[in-house]
C-alpha cells in the first residue's frame, strides 16, 4: 500500500478548501463555509474555523493487488477449504456431534460463510439441504474401516523390515490411494447420483429449449441412418434395436431435425442417445484420426444434450410407451457411463409406468394386434430386466416383483434372427434369478433367517442356474464354429453369459457357510465358481477382436452385474497367499488393460482393480516379512483386524462363547455391501488414484 497521490487542484499551493467554522460545528447546523459564514453575520459573532475537535484527515490508502497477493488470497481460500473438509470428516467419527458440526459450517443463510467454499443453489430448502444426505449404501461402514486402515497401516510399517528393506515407497502409495478412497466417500454430499449427473459442474438457471441445443449435422445422421439401414447392424446399437427398428428411428430422428410438431423430452432421449451409440461406433471403426476425432466430439456433443433433457426432466410426465422407451435408453446409456445409481433411478420411473399401463398383467393386452402386444411385452421385460439386475447390483430391494406378474417369462419376436427370442429369454430367467439371490440370501430379512435356510435356498438357486447355463451352452455349441458375421456374434453373447452365470454362481455359493478344507470363509463350491469365471473370462476376451464387442462385454457383464469372482479371489489371496490366485487376479487386471482407451469406464475398474491387486501383492508381502521380535508391530495382525471388520477374513472361532453361526452371517452381510461399495466407487472421479505409479 501506499498513499494516494493528491488529486489536481489539492496541491501545496492551492488554497484548501474552508471547514465548517467552529460556532456552527457547536451548534450542529449547517455551515456554508464562508468567511464569515452567513450564521455567524447573522448572530454577530466571529467566525474562525480552527479544527478544534477533528481529527485531522489522513491520506487514503490505495490497495495494490500484485500477484503475491493474489498468491496470498488463494492459500488462504485452500487452507479455509482444508479446515471445511476437516471438519467435515469428522462426521463420521464423532458420531452424535456430527450433527452440531454441520449446523454451525452450515448456516442457513443465503450469503456464502468463509467455511462454505462450495457454491450453493439458491433454491435449496434450508429445512432439507440436498448436500446433506447420500446415496443409501447397505450396511456397510467401509468408509470408517478405509480410515481406520489408513491409520494402522501408517503405525504398523514403522521398524519393520518391510520398511528397512525399502519397502516404504509401496506402504506410501498404499495409503494414498486408501485416503484417496476415503475422501471420495467422505465427499459425496448429494441426495443422490441423478443430482450430481443433472449438475456436472454448471448451474442451469432456467429450463433450456430443446430446440436451442446443438445437434449433429443432419447430412452426416442421414448418411449414418443409410448405413444402418442397408449394411449390418452396429453392436453398439444392440440396445437402440430391442426397443425400435431402424425405420422407427429414423421416423424420430426426421421428427427432431426438421421440428415438424413440438419435440417431446422422450423423442429427444431416444434421439440423442440413439445417436450418441451411432457416433461411438463410427469413432470406434475410424481409422483416420481428423474422422475419429470428429466422431468422438460428436458423441461428446450428444452425451451434454443427454445430460441436459435429463436434468430438466418432468418427475411427473404421464405414462406412456414412448416415456417408458426414452426411460429405458437413458438408463442402458447410464449404464454404459458406469452411473447405475442413476440408471435405477430413470428405470424405477420405468417400472412404474408400466405397471399403471397394466403391462405387467396378461389380460391388459387382450383386445392389442399381435405386434402391438409384442411391442409392450419387450418393453416391460426390458424393464424387469434392468429392475432385477440393477437390484443385485446396488443392493436395493426391486420393485417389480414376481407375485405381480402375469405376463409369461417369454421374450417376444425381436427384430433379430435366431437366437435371438431364444437368448433373451434366457436372460428374463437369469434376472428374475439375480432377484431372488439378492431377495432370499442377501437382503436383511434373508440375513435375519437360519443357516439352515440360507443353505436350502442357496440349492434351489444354483440349481436354477445351472439349469439355464446347461441351456445357452447348447445354443452356444451351434454356433461355436460359425463364420457368418452374425453366428459369430450370438457366439461371442453367449459365451458373455456363461461369464455371467459363473458369476451368479459365485454369489449364490458365498451364501453358505464354509463347510471345506481350502478356506475359513467360502465354500469350495464358491471357490469353484469364481476360478470357473475367472478362467472364463479370459477366454471370452481372448474371443473378442471387436472393439465394440469388447466395450459391449465389459460394460454389460462385468461392470453391469456385481462380478463377485474377482473380490472371492482377493478375499482367497488374503487368507491363503495363494500364488496362482494372486496370478488370477493380475490376469484379469491385464485382461483390462487392453480396453481402458476404448471406455472411461472400463479405465475405472482397471483402476480399481490394480488398487486392490496391488493391496493384495502388498498383504503378501508384508506378512512374509513379519517380525518375530515381540516389541515390533506385527504388520499381518494389524491386517487381519482390518481386513476381517470389512468381511474379508474368516471369523476367528478361537473366542469363548462365541456364536459361529451369528458371526458369519454378519460378515456375509458386510461383504456383500462392501462389494457394492466398491463397485460404486466407479462412479467417482479416480483420477486421484493412480495405481500404476506404485513403486515397484
Known amino acids: 500500500m501506499e498513499p494516494e497521490a493528491p488529486e489536481a487542484g489539492c496541491g501545496p499551493d492551492s488554497p484548501s478548501p474552508r471547514r465548517?467554522?467552529?460556532?456552527?460545528?457547536?451548534?450542529?447546523?449547517?455551515?456554508?463555509?464562508?468567511?464569515?459564514?452567513?450564521?455567524?453575520?447573522?448572530?454577530k459573532r466571529s467566525c474562525s474555523s480552527t479544527g478544534a475537535g477533528q481529527k485531522p484527515k489522513e491520506p487514503r490508502q490505495r490497495v495494490l493487488i500484485s500477484s503475491q497477493y493474489e498468491r496470498k488470497i488463494d492459500m488462504i481460500e485452500e487452507r479455509l477449504g482444508g479446515i471445511e473438509t476437516l471438519l467435515r470428516n469428522l462426521s463420521p467419527i464423532s458420531g452424535s456431534t456430527s450433527s452440531t458440526t454441520e449446523t454451525f459450517i452450515r448456516r442457513p443463510s443465503d450469503k456464502p460463510t468463509p467455511?462454505?467454499?462450495?457454491s450453493r443453489d439458491d433454491n435449496s430448502s434450508t429445512v432439507f439441504d440436498p448436500e446433506d444426505a447420500g446415496d443409501f449404501e447397505g450396511n456397510s461402514s467401509l468408509a470408517a474401516h478405509t480410515v481406520f486402515a489408513s491409520e494402522f497401516l501408517e503405525h504398523a510399517v514403522q521398524g519393520t523390515p518391510l520398511q528397512q528393506q525399502g519397502g516404504s515407497p509401496k506402504i506410501d502409495a498404499a495409503l494414498s490411494s486408501?485416503?484417496?478412497?476415503?475422501?471420495?466417500?467422505?465427499?459425496?454430499?448429494?441426495?443422490?447420483?441423478?443430482h450430481d449427473f443433472r449438475l456436472p459442474g454448471l448451474k442451469q438457471p432456467c429450463k433450456i429449449n430443446l430446440r436451442d441445443l446443438p445437434l449433429p449435422p443432419m447430412a452426416l445422421v442421414a448418411e449414418k441412418l443409410r448405413e444402418m439401414k442397408h449394411g449390418p447392424a452396429p453392436m453398439m446399437l444392440a440396445v437402440l434395436y430391442c426397443f425400435i427398428d431402424v425405420e422407427r428411428f429414423t421416423d424420430q430422428c426426421r421428427r427432431v431435425y426438421f421440428n415438424t410438431d413440438d419435440i417431446t423430452d422422450a423423442r429427444f432421449i431416444l434421439v440423442i442417445s440413439g445417436l450418441a451409440y451411432v457416433f461411438l461406433e463410427a469413432g470406434l471403426g475410424a481409422k483416420d484420426p481428423e474422422e475419429k476425432a470428429l466422431?468422438?466430439?460428436?458423441?461428446?456433443?450428444?452425451q451434454k444434450n443427454l445430460e441436459t433433457v435429463l436434468s430438466q426432466l418432468n418427475l411427473l410426465m404421464p405414462a406412456t410407451l414412448e416415456n417408458i422407451e426414452a426411460l429405458l435408453m437413458a438408463a442402458s446409456f447410464s449404464i454404459d457411463i458406469s452411473r447405475p445409481s442413476l440408471a435405477w433411478l430413470l428405470n424405477s420411473q420405468a417400472s412404474h409406468m408400466c405397471r399403471t399401463l397394466g403391462l405387467h398383467q396378461i389380460h391388459s393386452m387382450k383386445d392389442d394386434s399381435p405386434q402391438k402386444k409384442a411391442d409392450k411385452s419387450l418393453l416391460f421385460w426390458c424393464t424387469y430386466m434392468l429392475d432385477k439386475g440393477l437390484s443385485l447390483r446396488l443392493g436395493r430391494a426391486s420393485i417389480l416383483q414376481d407375485y405381480d406378474?402375469?405376463?409369461?417369462?417369454i421374450a417376444p419376436?425381436?427384430?433379430?434372427?435366431?437366437?435371438?427370442?431364444?437368448?433373451?429369454?434366457?436372460?428374463?430367467?437369469?434376472?428374475?434369478?439375480?432377484?431372488?439371490?439378492?431377495?432370499?440370501?442377501?437382503?436383511p430379512g434373508a440375513l435375519r433367517q437360519s443357516d439352515s435356510y440360507r443353505v436350502e435356498q442357496v440349492?434351489?438357486?444354483a440349481t436354477e442356474q445351472k439349469h439355464l447355463m446347461a441351456q445357452s451352452m447348447e445354443l452356444f455349441a451351434e454356433f461355436e464354429n460359425s463364420d457368418e458375421p452374425e453366428g459369430c456374434m450370438f457366439a461371442l453373447m453367449l459365451k458373455s453369459d456363461q461369464v455371467s452365470y459363473l458369476s451368479s454362481l459365485a454369489l449364490t455359493y458365498r451364501a453358505m457357510p464354509p463347510t471345506g478344507t481350502r478356506s475359513r470363509t467360502f465354500s469350495d463350491e464358491c471357490i469353484d465358481m469364481a476360478r470357473a469365471a475367472m478362467s472364463c473370462h479370459q477366454e471370452a476376451m481372448g474371443m473378442m477382436e471387436d472393439q465394440s464387442l469388447k466395450i459391449m462385454y465389459i460394460h454389460w457383464t462385468i461392470l453391469y452385474a456385481p462380478f463377485i469372482p474377482f473380490i472371492v479371489i482377493f478375499c482367497l489371496v488374503i487368507e491363503t497367499s495363494c500364488a496362482d490366485d494372486l496370478q488370477r487376479l493380475a490376469d484379469f487386471v491385464q485382461s483390462l488393460e487392453a480396453a481402458v482407451d476404448l471406455s472411461h469406464s472400463i479405465s475405472k475398474l482397471h483402476q480399481l482393480c490394480q488398487v486392490l491387486y496391488n493391496v493384495a501383492q502388498l498383504y503378501i508381502e508384508a506378512k512374509a516379512a513379519q517380525p518375530i521380535d515381540q516389541d515390533m508391530v506385527p504388520v499381518g495382525n494389524e491386517f487381519n483386524m482390518y481386513l476381517s471388520q470389512l468381511g474379508f477374513m474368516p471369523v476367528d472361532e478361537s473366542m469363548e462363547n462365541f456364536d459361529v453361526s451369528m458371526a458369519q452371517t454378519t460378515q456375509l452381510g458386510d461383504w456383500f455391501s462392501g462389494n457394492n461399495y466398491m463397485m460404486g466407487l466407479l462412479e467417482e472421479d479416480l483420477s486421484g488414484i493412480n495405481p500404476s505409479g506404485w513403486p515397484s
Open 20 to 43: 465548517a467554522c467552529d460556532q456552527c460545528r457547536l451548534r450542529k447546523i449547517r455551515c456554508d463555509k464562508e468567511s464569515p459564514c452567513s450564521n455567524c453575520r447573522s448572530a
Open 115 to 118: 467455511l462454505s467454499v462450495t
Open 178 to 194: 486408501l485416503r484417496q478412497i476415503a475422501r471420495m466417500h467422505e465427499t459425496r454430499r448429494t441426495v443422490s447420483s441423478f
Open 295 to 302: 466422431y468422438d466430439a460428436y458423441y461428446a456433443m450428444c
Open 405 to 409: 406378474i402375469s405376463l409369461p417369462h
Open 413 to 443: 419376436e425381436a427384430h433379430v434372427a435366431y437366437p435371438g427370442t431364444e437368448v433373451m429369454t434366457l436372460w428374463i430367467k437369469h434376472a428374475q434369478v439375480q432377484g431372488r439371490i439378492y431377495e432370499r440370501l442377501y437382503s
Open 459 to 461: 440349492g434351489i438357486l
